[in-house]
């Protein structure tokens, strides 16, 4: 998979080189680029924003830098990229989507900063590329970067070769809509603390029984929102 980064902080990108991603990255698994949108200016100053039309608080990000930007970038390969910009103002970024943008072969992330991108440049975009605009969750960050840390980090451990054991891909938080049992190692007591009785047992059955329960009454107490409505009242 390729991957492009434009933004104007191309070292906030920097844990992209370690861990897994990293390892991924030289291996051959993932191509990344990262690329400093100050460098598709063209005066002294490398000025990337000016200020609103019809006023209002702060800045926003001029149309033409951005389009030169994503001009150069899309002319880099010879497929359409799916053009990601995150932001509080788009859909939610969720594991089904991290599933599906992990069958792209090209991504391209566009880091808004300030008040945001002039929007023009979104349907500008259309033209060379598939536009979608998605956010982490209902909160508010200073700019796209640390949110395409965390959508590549969930998108490239979906590939192939990247994470070693593909088992531990299966039985995850978000996989099947059940968050994930609790899990213990040694010793078996710890700080007057014991680990459950059953996962001593070897019993396989009654494991993975207490687990399925565990991963039920978890859900029900952190996000109820993740299970089916309970059925309506029956009538008397
Ligand atoms: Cl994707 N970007 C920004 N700037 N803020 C966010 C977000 C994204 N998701 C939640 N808050």
Not at 55 to 62: D, L, N, S, T, Y
Not at 145 to 164: S, W
């Amino acid at each position: 998979m390729r991957l492009d980064v434009v933004t104007i902080f191309p070292d906030y990108l920097a844990p992209l080189d370690l861990s897994l991603i990293g390892k991924a990255r030289r291996d051959g698994l993932i191509e990344l680029h990262v690329h400093d949108l100050r460098d598709f200016t063209h005066d002294r100053h490398r000025t990337v924003d000016d200020t609103p039309y019809g006023g209002g608080a702060g800045m926003v990000m001029k149309p033409q830098p951005w389009a030169e930007a994503l001009e150069y970038v899309a002319g880099q390969g010879d497929s359409r990229p799916t053009l990601i910009v995150p932001g509080p103002g788009g859909e939610r970024f969720t594991q089904p989507t991290a599933r599906a943008l992990a069958e792209e072969p090209w991504l391209v992330f566009a880091c808004g900063r300030y008040e945001g991108i002039d929007e023009r440049v979104y349907e500008w975009a259309t033209s060379a590329y598939d536009v979608r605009v998605l956010s982490l969750g209902d909160y508010v960050l200073n700019g796209g970067e640390v949110a395409v840390l965390a959508m590549v980090e969930a998108v490239a451990r979906l590939l192939p070769g990247v994470i070693g054991n593909a088992e531990s891909l299966v039985e995850e938080s978000h996989e099947d809509g059940l968050l994930e049992y609790p899990v213990y190692t040694k010793p078996a007591v710890w700080q007057g603390l014991s680990v459950p009785e059953v996962l001593l047992s070897g019993d396989h059955g009654r494991i993975a029984q207490w687990r399925h329960e565990q991963r039920i009454a978890r859900t029900q107490a952190r996000r109820p929102d993740l299970l089916p409505p309970p059925p309506p009242p029956a009538d008397s």
